[in-house]
């Protein structure tokens, strides 16, 4: 089983290697399917007679994969880096509408929006409306 599992960790080399070449993290599904692959060889992989059948079909399906990415240029829609959150009922860690935090900014995907100008600690703020509302 050892020739196996390596035949896996390449193949999941390989899926990674196509998507940092798209500048891209891989997406769970892509792993997951090719993961899946071979934990169906593996379960074929059970019965001894065709252990070895299974684990040069393993090897034969990194080849395989391994042609198709090599030497050519990735292209695909990635989606990454995602955009900007811009729905005004989405409401961002500091209490803002996104479309207001980001309005007037040069913001950039991932970052965090600047604090509202009232000062003070949000979860202060959070716990002194809490605590009003309880009154």
């Known amino acids: ?43 074929v992989g059970t019965y001894q007679p065709a252990r070895t059948t299974a684990t040069v079909t393993a090897w034969a399906l990194d080849l395989a994969i391994l042609l198709q990415v090599i030497g050519k240029t990735p292209s695909g829609k990635t989606g ?15 209490g803002a509408g996104a479309a207001a935090a980001n309005k007037g900014t040069n913001a950039t995907p991932g970052a965090a929006p600047p604090p ?20």
């Open 1 to 43: 089983m050892g020739g196996f599992v390596l035949a896996w960790l390449v193949g999941e080399s390989i899926v990674v290697y196509r998507w940092v070449k798209l500048k891209a993290p891989p997406p769970p599904g892509a792993l997951a399917l090719s993961s899946g692959l071979f934990v169906a060889l593996a379960a």
């Open 80 to 94: 990454w880096p995602p955009p900007l959150i811009d729905d005004p009922t989405v409401i961002l860690p500091f």
């Open 116 to 135: 509202p100008s009232g000062g003070g600690n949000p979860i202060e703020r959070v716990i002194k409306n809490a605590w009003d509302v309880l009154k």
